[in-house]
């Protein structure tokens, strides 16, 4: 099913966002129009067979919200909450980053709707497998590129890139990103997200001490527990950390490496909570912690209207896709806290992914320095020009993004003659 007129569904938060960019006068009524409704939303049915015989449907969607900057670029996360309007919000979110962060992309995301704790690795294969013959239509290296996202990871990456090639009857390893690199993955895109964000906080950071810099992380998956790791390499004092489970806390710092080897050593099973040799905390008490940054990086939503007023971070750095609540952003702000949006603070992954898409169309593979230098480059440029642009015109990080990236879509829908 195929949903082509915007109107039939919306992403509310996108609609939200837009109309407070409209009447801050950074978009006129024509090009609201243009950015308010995704260009093609499809929503998937297929059926799988389980590993007890039984037949089960599985719904899945893929929203390309932009194609005037390039081919579509977004993610594929495998969740239980999955539905048209995250995936519609993400792809809008998407659609910004990659023009942002100056990239030839536009803006898509994909989703299927599954708890992934609830299937076998041969049933996670099947529902990859399907997903990818359901859309195979409309992706592909010059159409719309997916790439990893919450509860996917290179292995699923690889099945989708077989299935991909046994359709078209080609190798085709551009088609997406985030593979395994012996399969034409890039050096460091396992990484990249938090090695982004890791970049941008050295260059806000890069006249104070490290070890005077407290730092409060929430989410403990691969990106929350790379950075924990980073910061912890680089002398910052990362004062708690958070999992589903809940958290640790330690004023004097937590021993980051020996946390990653217990959480995601060769069990994999084991929860932040079990570990006894710090302080126990919650997930909200993380949130409301006195600390110098405050870094969400598990699931969107966590910073809300309610807990929003206990905030104390001086600083707040969105790993993350859409953590803070559009409705709580007012109240952070009110209290001097710096943000920095998700849109430039976790475009490492997708900058790498265009990387690894230019690697595959050219036959090349880059060096592991080569690609962060490039990341560095690429990031640090874009945390620049936001940076000048809120300084100059009294703009929040969030706002000067935004009319940064919707100036460069507009002026490439005028030379394409889109409006």
Known sequence: MIYT????????????????????????????????????????????????????????????????LGPGKGGIRFHQSVDVDEVSELAFGMTLKTSLVDLPFGGAKGGVRINPENYSQKELEKIARGYVREIFDIVGPHKDIPAPDVNTNPQIMAWMLDEYEKI??????????????????????????????????EEEYKDKEKSEITVAVQGFGNAGSVMAELLFDAGYRVVAVSDSSGGLYDAEGLDIPELIKYVHGQEK??????????????????????????????????????????????????????????????????????????????SGGVIVSYFEWKQNLSGEHWSLEEVNSKLKEKIVGAYRQVKELAEKE??????????????????????????
Do not use: W
């Not at 993004?401 to 919707?406: F, L, P, T």
């Open 168 to 201: 078209a009857g080609q190798p085709s390893p551009a088609f997406i990103t985030g593979k395994p690199v012996e399969q034409g993955g890039s050096e460091g895109r396992d990484k990249s997200t938090a090695m982004g964000g890791f970049y941008i906080l």
């Open 394 to 419: 009294g703009l929040t990080y969030r706002r000067a993004s935004y009319k940064i990236a919707i100036k460069r879509i507009i002026k490439k829908a005028k030379e394409k003659k889109i409006i």
């Open 269 to 346: 099973t084991k929860k932040l909570i079990t570990y006894d040799k710090y302080r126990r905390i919650n997930n909200e008490e993380l949130l409301s912690l006195d600390v110098d940054l405050l870094i969400p990086a598990a699931l969107g939503g966590v910073i809300t209207l309610k807990n929003a007023p206990a905030v104390q971070a001086k600083m707040i750095l969105e790993l993350a896709n859409g953590p803070i609540m559009p409705v709580a952003e007012p109240i952070l702000v009110d209290k001097g806290i710096k943000i920095i949006p998700g849109i430039l603070a976790n």
């Open 5 to 68: 007129e915007g109107e039939l569904i919306v992403c509310q938060n996108c609609k939200t966002e837009l109309d407070n960019i409209r009447k801050e006068n950074l978009l006129t009524k024509d090009e609201l129009v243009l950015l308010k409704h995704p260009e093609r939303i499809m929503q998937v049915n297929f059926p799988i067979k389980k590993d007890d015989g039984s037949l089960e449907i599985i719904t899945g969607f893929r929203v390309q919200y932009s194609f005037i």
